[in-house]
């Protein structure tokens, strides 16, 4: 990583500190004296966490195979007969991590449950919108993972098979997972308010075997069957044997359809748990791109690779093990749920959510968190926004003693979100905002328990990840926007993509800006004191006069505003070779459409950022259009609006409310005819 200057400005006042206690407390400061004993780390200096931490972090991307031998020793980490060395082949794409090693990450995530003090102890904690905590213990969860890998093996699902689920955040995933793991097989899964055409999308590139289904889930106080939907992914599966009925709505299995009871019941004697051992770099999941303009990149990631970066990252950057607890709101669409469920991998017990994020109330996730006495809660940065603007206050109106921090991500936390959660939630609170991506299911910059916290700003890069900001000439940069770049391996990047013969589109994705060094899509600061500023994906660039702009720093000034519930804002180059930038608003419920509205954001945004931050339009929408998995369409809007037709721009599958883009699609359909170019959709304001 790039370092500072002696220059350099001194770096601003933090929000937070860790204690001294809380520093000498933490995993990460024993880890670090273990490398430094057993592995050649620059050993704790005394200079103070800050130093020591950019000290092993630089050990730890110039020295990668020492670094994850130490990952591999701390956490105890079997790995078979051995590897033939740590690091085969430090070229991207294609690095060969432990060859010769073989795991298995079911029996890494079980192995408490041998503990007889562990076994009856919670492993995971079932939650729906009743909030009434329901406890699965180690030992029971090992069991009936046991009993379904059984069950599985004989149904003939073979090491390297897919095995699909179309399932809510609730225990019986976590148990299909699991065994699909212990067996060798190959996981995938959506969410069950994915339609039909979204699974299938996704499904039919990988043809699974074997599919878990609910009847349907409740949400938002109802309920939603989803029977017809099953019917249609069983129709449209030609590979799958055999179908799993989880009855969440208490209908009777469908003909043809394996009951879920009868597969897991472990019975007087459950079966010992048998653990197929497969190579370092077998697949273990197949995960999803948003598709939001074509299919989804069916993205593969190894069961050694997911093993040792999540153990890294949640026994050492989220500072967990056993006597945690472990709440991240998610669905099992979305890369937080194989990350939330790897909590298991330290001993922490993982809290499921099953309902809305905000029912019956906005506060709901700080209730659950109260409830479940969660010691780390991972939300969005969005649910931050909505908690100060409807006015949540959770110390004041609830226990969260237990919380020792708060994890954001999906989307950068604005300053704002950091002192609401100082002022709301805790003087003492950790604020973790964290950034990474499905493409390596982890984070490339976030949490570290032993650093101080500034407003704005993810604490520091990873440890083995070598982050950087680069010029379009591969120039670092320091106090500057750039793309962030990371400029080594990491285990957990993709093996390949699923149906992409010689990683053709893979190279594509990550690899052709910058040929060996993986560009994530994203404009970063690293900043003089090693944190690291998120200013929106750099394939949506803002860019005027010459001047790079992030998409997320206008959404931090002008959501803040109580008028704006949320905004969407594009830079479209123009064929005469101008530029127009609009800026896209959903009101909230009282703010009314006029020119006072107007004012306000032009003003905030000129005072707070710059004159060139101020929008060409500020056009009022119904909506803004989401992918399934709630970040913002800025590429799919941008194309709509330079006159691309709404199924060439976007595929409708990938969205959370199509008909969202149709006045979109009509503004840029008048725009490509308009010789002024400055049309908007009817009913529309302009500014």
Known sequence: MTTTSADTPAAPEPLWRPSPERVEAAHLT??????????????PSGAGPAGDYAALHRWSVAEPERFWEAVTRWFDVSLGDGPDRVLAD??????R?????TVNYAAHALRWADDPARAEEPALLAVDEGQQPRPIGWRELRDRVAVL????RGLGVAPGDRVSGYLPNIPEAVVAFLATAAVGAVWTSCAPDFGARSVLDRFQQVEPVLLFTVDG???????????????????????LRATVHIPLLGTEPPAGALAWNDLTTPGAAPPAPEYRRVPFDHPLWVLYSSGTTGLPKAIVQSQGGILVEHLKQLGLHCDL?????????????????????????????????????????TDAQWRIAERTRATLFGTSAAYITACAKKDVHPARDMDLGATRCVATTGSPLPPDGFRWLHEEVGADLWIASVSGGTDVCSCFAGAVPTLPVHVGELQAPCLGTDLQAWDPAGKPLVDEVGELVVTNPMPSMPVRFWNDPEDRRYRESYFESYPG???????????????????????????RQGVRMGSADIYEVVERLPQVQESLVVGVELPDGGYWMPLFVRL??????DQALRAAITTALRTELSPRHVPDAIIVVPGIPHTLTGKRLEVPVKRLLQGTALEKAVNPGSVDDVALLASFAELGARRAVSAGGDEEPRGAGRG
Not at 97 to 101: L, S
Not at 344 to 353: A, D, H, R, W
Not at 522 to 543: F, K
Request: proline share 6%.
């Open 30 to 43: 024993r880890f670090h004296r273990f490398a430094a004993e057993a592995l050649g780390a620059p050993a």
């Open 90 to 95: 430090a070229a991207m794409p294609g690095a």
């Open 97 to 101: 991590w432990f060859p010769g090693a």
């Open 149 to 152: 890998a059984q069950e599985m």
């Open 217 to 239: 889930y409740r949400y938002g106080g109802k309920e939603h069957d989803r029977t017809a939907t099953v019917a249609e992914l069983r129709r449209e599966l030609p590979t």
């Open 321 to 361: 093990g056993p006597g945690d607890r472990l709440f991240w709101y998610t669905s099992t669409g979305w890369m937080m749920w194989n990350f939330l469920v790897s909590g298991l991998l330290v001993g922490t017990t993982v809290v499921l959510y099953d309902g809305s994020p905000a029912y019956p109330a």
């Open 517 to 543: 060094v993986w560009r994530h899509g994203d404009w970063i600061t690293v900043t003089g004191h090693g944190g690291v500023v998120i200013h929106g994906r750099s394939d949506s660039t803002l860019n």
């Open 588 to 593: 909230a419920a009282a703010a009314a459409d």
